[in-house]
């Protein structure tokens, strides 16, 4: 079945509501990409500030439509109100259920820079940047954008950067944590169950059916060849509720750009109380440590969270580590924790 792409290519699309699992026979709104091994060999992931960047002015525009960030968008969008950033807002519309690829070009490393992005952003070919504004509607700013590529992907680029200081500076070294730490564990689920077990709990939009990656979409459906080139995953903080994908993309590797887990946790300033049962046995704080290691974070992070010092944080996690409750591994510049599989029995016996 040919792919049906009324007005969606070149474009990152967002998936649909319903489930796939409701809609496999031969429903319109599935997209179906059959996986060959070459696929499979090149299927990777990837983080991507600039996406974030892109994926966070539709909660500025509308914070309401958004509860988990809420905390984030009150002290973000009166912050804005300093920042030029009006070309970037016409290139995601509203309400932006479809993205032009050229705002958001998939990342060429694991854990690209901003900076890095910007220099693909701005490298971008006149000729794409025309075939996408071919399909979206003509606002004076991406006419001149239209007219002059070069020129006008400079100033996005620049209107980006000073949105990104405004909007994810503060908060990028805890946004990276909770992504570093969703790689972790597809790469983990992955070690484990394969690609078919890591697709099939990717996101409730994602699923794998003998061979083939289906997505709900709401712009998009039929068949598309990957070509070998197999799928970039990147999680994202700011793409809730749904995720985007532009698998018919015919340049650059086919993306998928689905949430991250643990997002409710995200913005929280203090941990929640843990049981007192095991509280009693090992202290509230011991306790309330291994509540949060739930996904593997670094001292800091869970000195953030817990409203303690890194110093009190890294002495109980030694404890814990001697007890062997908690391991340690090594993730790019941090040190992670994650509880053990003794930690796990404990908790769940104690409820």
């Known amino acids: 079945m040919p792919v049906t792409l009324p007005r969606g290519a070149g474009r990152v699309d967002e998936f649909g509501q319903g489930r796939i699992r409701a809609r496999r026979n031969g429903g319109r709104g599935v997209l179906r990409a059959a996986l060959s091994v070459a696929d499979l ?18 909660i500025v525009r509308h914070p309401d439509r958004f509860p988990v960030h809420l905390p984030w968008a009150r002290q973000v969008v009166p912050r804005l109100s300093s920042v030029r950033w009006e070309l970037l807002a016409d290139l995601v519309p509203d309400p932006a259920v479809v993205i032009p ?12 820079t901003l900076e890095l992005e910007l220099s693909a952003l701005t490298a971008t070919a006149p ?5 996408c504004l071919d399909r979206m509607p003509r606002t004076p700013r991406l006419a001149a954008l239209y007219a002059d590529p070069e020129a006008g992907l400079a100033r996005l ?7 990104a200081a405004v909007a994810l500076d503060p908060y990028w070294l805890r946004m990276r944590m909770l992504l570093e730490r969703e790689v ?23 699923s794998w059916d003998e061979g083939t990656l289906l997505v709900d979409h709401v712009t998009t459906s039929g068949s598309v060849r990957l070509d070998g080139r197999g799928v970039l995953l990147v999680p994202s903080v700011l793409a809730w509720p749904r995720p985007f994908s532009n698998l018919v993309e015919a340049s650059g590797q086919p993306t998928l750009r689905y949430p991250a887990s643990a997002l409710a946790t995200l913005w929280e300033r203090a941990a929640p109380a843990p049981g007192k049962a095991l509280s009693r046995v090992l202290g509230r704080t011991r306790a309330m440590l291994l509540h949060e290691l739930e996904v593997p974070s670094s001292t800091t992070e869970l000195a953030r969270r817990c409203g303690l010092s890194p110093g009190t944080v890294s002495q109980h996690l030694t404890a814990l580590r001697d007890a062997g409750l908690v391991g340690a591994h090594r993730a790019g510049r941090y040190l992670l924790y994650a509880r053990t599989t003794s930690a796990e029995a404990l908790l769940a016996g104690a409820g």
């Open 41 to 58: 060999a090149n299927t990777r992931f990837a983080v991507s500030p600039l996406w974030e960047v892109v994926a966070s002015v539709r």
């Open 101 to 112: 690829s050229i705002v958001c070009p998939p990342p060429t490393t694991s854990w690209p």
């Open 127 to 131: 000729e794409a940047v025309r075939a």
């Open 157 to 163: 680029a620049a209107q980006i950067r000073d949105y």
């Open 184 to 206: 972790l564990a597809g790469a983990r689920r992955m070690a484990v169950d394969g690609v078919q077990g890591l697709l099939n709990h990717l996101d409730r939009y994602v």
